[in-house]
């Protein structure tokens, strides 16, 4: 499964952006989203598989954290659409600031 697959899911995008913040046990990703434990190991191990997330292991925890590598590709895939946002909002910009010169 590639990253545009993981990412297509709700649940796994949530999972993300709380390891963006810091690593998290298992337990406390759990909590924070409202899920089950066994849904949470289903959607952890997806992750996991796509390079996504990494595991540590302390004794009997496991902590998750982000590992962005892997979301090169969609950023390369974002980048022409990133250029095209950039002009509308530069062209805004123009606009906006013509008409508070009248």
Same mark, same amino acid.
């Given at each position: 499964?590639?990253?545009?697959? =993981?990412?297509?899911?709700?649940? %796994? &995008? !949530?999972?993300?952006?709380?390891?963006?913040?810091? *690593?998290?046990?298992?337990?406390? #990703?759990?909590?924070?989203?409202?899920?089950?434990?066994?849904?949470?190991?289903?959607?952890?191990?997806?992750l996991?598989?796509?390079g996504?997330?990494? =595991?540590?292991?302390?004794?009997? %925890? &496991? !902590?998750?954290?982000?590992?962005?590598?892997?979301? *090169?590709?969609?950023?390369?895939? #974002?980048?022409?659409?990133?250029?095209?946002?950039?002009?509308?909002?530069?062209?805004?910009?123009?606009?906006?600031?013509?008409?508070?010169?009248?």
């Open positions: 499964m590639d990253s545009f697959d =993981v990412l297509a899911e709700p649940t %796994r &995008r !949530r999972i993300l952006d709380l390891l963006l913040e810091r *690593a998290h046990p298992v337990g406390e #990703l759990v909590e924070r989203l409202g899920t089950t434990q066994p849904g949470m190991s289903k959607h952890l191990r997806v996991r598989e796509a996504l997330v990494s =595991v540590q292991r302390d004794g009997q %925890r &496991r !902590r998750y954290e982000l590992r962005s590598e892997p979301l *090169a590709d969609v950023d390369a895939w #974002l980048a022409p659409y990133r250029r095209q946002w950039a002009s509308r909002l530069d062209a805004l910009e123009r606009h906006l600031d013509e008409e508070a010169t009248r």
